[in-house]
T-cell receptor, first 112, second 113 residues
Framework: EAGVVQSPRYKIIEKKQPVAFWCNPI?????LYWYRQNLGQGPELLIR????????DSQLPKDRFSAERLKGVDSTLKIQPAELGDSAVYLC??????????FGPGTRLTVT | GENVEQHPSTLSVQEGDSAVIKCTYS??????FPWYKQELGKRPQLIID?????GEKKDQRIAVTLNKTAKHFSLHITETQPEDSAVYFC????????????FGTGTLLAVQP
């Protein structure tokens, strides 16, 4: 079974530039999550999708972050404009039921 | 909201010894407690989990125990090997339709050969 796929794996941008991350969940998984992991810390949830619907986006900084999950499969997370403090690893996870979550390899974002 | 505390932040053991990592949670409504292993630069990997209807679960060299009354759960690794070296994260959630994982701050486990 293929795991969660993310791209790109690494991204370096200058502040104020836009950036987008892509995630393809495990086939058949209806629930998709975006997490942010700062250095030396555990992941923190940004947004959770049930199929196409964002059911929990309370932690998403909506002034600069946006996300979409068209057709209930792939998802894109966007930051515009990026700030220095956005440097982190952005992790995508998916689950088929209400418990086990499986993570992708993440996108390491560096904002200079 | 839920808060998860994890101890110790670093743990060094000799190969073959046992390692124990402990977590406490604050929300008594939490009912799902997974453990993730994360090697440097890699994805968090689910290694074991436990739901609130059981007190202990074991999978080969790893086990997890849950004390709902005290609101704490622990990861036990026996016969540690160098490849067990990684950062381990505990997490808690209410599962179901509110499956938001709240993670601990992680434990860096170093297994000395």
């Amino acid at each position: 079974e293929a795991g969660v796929v993310q791209s790109p794996r690494y991204k370096i941008i200058e502040k104020k530039q836009p950036v987008a991350f892509w995630c393809n969940p495990i086939s058949g998984h209806n629930t998709l999550y975006w997490y942010r992991q700062n250095l030396g810390q555990g992941p923190e949830l940004l947004i959770r999708y049930e199929n196409e619907e964002a059911v929990d986006d309370s932690q998403l900084p909506k002034d600069r972050f946006s996300a979409e999950r068209l057709k209930g499969v792939d998802s894109t997370l966007k930051i515009q404009p990026a700030e220095l403090g956005d440097s982190a690893v952005y992790l995508c996870a998916s689950s088929s039921q209400f418990y086990e979550q499986y993570f992708g390899p993440g996108t390491r974002l560096t904002v200079t | 909201g839920e808060n998860v505390e994890q101890h110790p932040s670093t743990l060094s053991v000799q190969e073959g010894d046992s390692a124990v990592i402990k977590c406490t949670y604050s929300d008594s409504a939490s009912n799902y407690f997974p453990w993730y292993k994360q090697e440097l630069g890699k994805r968090p990997q689910l290694i074991i989990d436990i739901r609130s209807n059981v007190g202990e679960k074991k999978d080969q060299r790893i086990a997890v125990t849950l004390n709902k009354t005290a609101k704490h759960f622990s990861l036990h690794i026996t016969e540690t090997q160098p490849e067990d070296s990684a950062v381990y994260f505990c997490a808690a959630s209410m599962g179901g339709a509110t499956n938001k994982l709240i993670f601990g701050t992680g434990t860096l486990l170093a297994v000395q050969p």
